[in-house]
Nanobody
Framework: QVQLVESGGGLVQTGDSLRLSCAASGRTFNKFAMAWFRQGPAKEREFVAAISEAARNTLYADSVKGRFTISRDNAKNTMWLQMNSLEPEDTAVYYC????????????????WGQGTQVIVSS
């Protein structure tokens, strides 16, 4: 079992940066692949980025590649999403999620979710 709590969202302007954090409880954090998803207004939840259990591998959606960086520190039970060059299209609630399996891109495959943190990018 793991509980996830996101933080770091806010209101920013186009071109600004934000760093989201996902704090996990429990001692099994390093057994989960972790990911960020987001859900914009009137949109389905979509994959943003993922990182493997030992942080050896990362994946990004094409829409954020080169602007966002996912990272984790298993000793701190924490994952981050550094978001640079933010655009209005990045406006969404951002969720962190934990995965036991391997279906990285499938929102339905994730076992645990945080409550989300709102990011609003004004033009």
């Amino acid at each position: 079992q793991v509980q996830l709590v996101e933080s770091g969202g806010g209101l920013v302007q186009t071109g600004d940066s934000l760093r989201l954090s996902c704090a996990a409880s429990g001692r099994t954090f390093n057994k989960f692949a972790m990911a960020w998803f987001r859900q914009g207004p009137a949109k389905e939840r979509e994959f943003v980025a993922a990182i493997s259990e030992a942080a050896r591998n990362t994946l990004y959606a094409d829409s954020v590649k080169g602007r966002f960086t996912i990272s984790r520190d298993n000793a701190k039970n924490t994952m981050w999403l550094q978001m640079n060059s933010l655009e209005p299209e990045d406006t969404a609630v951002y969720y962190c999620a934990a995965l036991v399996g391997s279906d990285i891109y499938n929102v339905l495959a994730y076992d645990y979710w945080g409550q989300g943190t709102q990011v609003i990018v004004s033009s």
